[in-house]
């Protein structure tokens, strides 16, 4: 039935019977007794009204605290229509709450900043991502001015400008921000903060990369084109002086071939496409291998002995053949004649260790912990005599990271320097580690 009507009706109903009692008293008892009656019902009605009426007027002062009265006649419906008003708002707040406790996670989670600003840039809210970009608190901040709290002149210009359209590129507290303001809302901004410091980064050592890479390969070309230009112009050159430049021609096409095959090595193991796929790595062939191409590599000119007692290791043959090789070719490539240069492959404490000690010229210690950079050298004529590309290190960083192993360097200037390479515990191949679980045991 419609609302309204059960509203009505009984209302109606019930002053109709009152105003019948009132007529039968008249009848019955005459018309003092009736009108009594009367006026006697109007003012109890009206005083059960004022009754609710204070009542809903308390519970409108304090809705939360305050029971909602149950109440009589068209009451009972009024307090009833308002009880779920209520129930409906309380869903309502809660379920905003939660809303907003879910946007603040994830804006919380987000790593670009965002800062809520009213129109004359003053802090209502800020995430986690823009306290740590900009400095800010939002506990401590909030109702400051954004210009006080971010002194940047750039930022000021950006603010006084107001070309909002583009992004500001701000450096600040040792990062490198993109930041812009979006006005939103009529009287509110937001400030959006991009951390580039990582992609700036990486944007930088790829053109150091390429600007490195055709610069070592630029050198050999020319010493290649200017003998071809000199073969070319002097068709009658003694078989001798021939000789010498053919010989250098070759050396400078192997070392940029060997630029060339670093290269795409560097490039192969930092691909995704690349996956490591471990295999057991036979140890004794691999140091036996490794020791024959360092006596061919020092002819004669060093001491080289092996000291190998660990267990084989889970990993890439290849990948670990290159880097262990590099660290002893770099070994004979920087001993000078007479040095020695000890290999060996022990258990350590920590997992497996591969070391490689060399009597050779030794490394200053500022140097030591940028080796592993692309083609940084210490001594760039020297690496360049001895056929170095700059980028075995890096080949080693790489291939350990692939092998959850670390390198770790000590070395004194002219003293020689130890190069280690520490495997994890797990990397020992299964079979291997009762073995060597026994050796320890009896040892
Ligand atoms: P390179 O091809 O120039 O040898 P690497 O990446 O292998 O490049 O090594 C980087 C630099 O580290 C070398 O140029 C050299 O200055 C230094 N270095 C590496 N190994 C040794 C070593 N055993 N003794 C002295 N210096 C070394």
Request: glycine fraction near 6%; include cysteine.
């Amino acid at each position: 039935m419609n609302p309204q009507l059960l509203f009505w009706v009984p209302a109606v109903l019930r002053m109709s019977l009152m105003l019948l009692g009132a007529l039968v008293l008249w009848f019955m008892f005459g018309p003092v007794v009736g009108l009594g009656a009367g006026v006697l019902g109007a003012c109890l009605m009206i005083i059960v009204q004022l009754h609710y009426l204070y009542r809903l007027s308390r519970w409108l002062d304090n809705p939360d605290s305050e029971k909602l009265p149950d109440g009589w006649g068209a009451w009972t419906d009024i307090f009833s229509r308002l009880y779920r008003l209520r129930r409906d708002d309380e869903k309502n707040r809660t379920e905003l709450v939660e809303w907003l406790a879910r946007f603040r996670q994830a804006m919380s989670l987000l790593p670009d900043g965002v800062v809520i600003m009213d129109d004359v840039l003053f802090l209502e809210w800020c995430n986690p991502a823009a306290e740590r970009h900009l400095g800010l608190k939002n506990s401590r901040d909030k109702g400051m001015r954004v210009t006080n709290l971010i002194r940047s002149p750039d930022f000021m210009d950006y603010i006084i400008l107001g070309r909002y359209e583009h992004p500001l590129t701000l450096t600040l507290r040792e990062r490198k921000l993109f930041v812009q303001i979006i006005p939103f809302e009529n009287r509110r901004q937001i400030l959006v903060t991009h951390d580039v410091t990582e992609s700036e980064r990486i944007e930088m050592m790829r053109r150091d990369f390429i600007a490195n890479a055709s610069h070592e390969l630029r050198t050999p070309l020319t010493v290649i084109n200017g003998f071809l230009e000199i073969a070319s112009s002097q068709a009658n050159l003694d078989p001798p002086t021939r000789a010498a430049h053919l010989k250098l021609m070759t050396e400078q096409g192997h070392r940029m071939q060997n630029l060339v095959e670093d290269m795409l090595t560097l490039t192969r193991l930092e691909s995704i496409d690349y996956p490591l796929r471990p295999e057991r790595v036979a140890i004794g062939s691999l140091l036996d291998q490794i020791l024959e191409e360092a006596k061919a590599l020092s002819a004669g000119r060093h001491t080289i002995t092996v000291e190998a007692d660990g267990p084989d290791v889970r990993g890439s043959t290849d990948e670990l053949r290159s880097a262990f090789g590099n660290l002893v070719s770099n070994a004979v490539r920087y001993t000078p004649d007479g040095g020695s240069i000890t290999l060996s492959w022990r258990m350590g404490k920590n997992g497996p260790q591969f070391a490689v000690r060399d009597t050779g010229i030794g490394i200053q210690a500022e140097h030591i912990h940028r080796l592993t950079e692309r083609f940084y050298r210490v001594d760039k004529s020297r690496s360049r005599e001895t056929q170095g590309t700059g980028l075995g290190l890096a080949i080693v960083k790489h291939v350990l990271l692939r092998h959850d192993a670390v390198l770790s360097i000590e070395s004194k200037p002219e003293q020689g320097s130890t190069f280690i390479v520490t495997f994890p515990m797990s990397a020992v191949a299964p079979d291997a580690a009762a073995l060597s679980g026994d050796t320890l045991a009896t040892a």
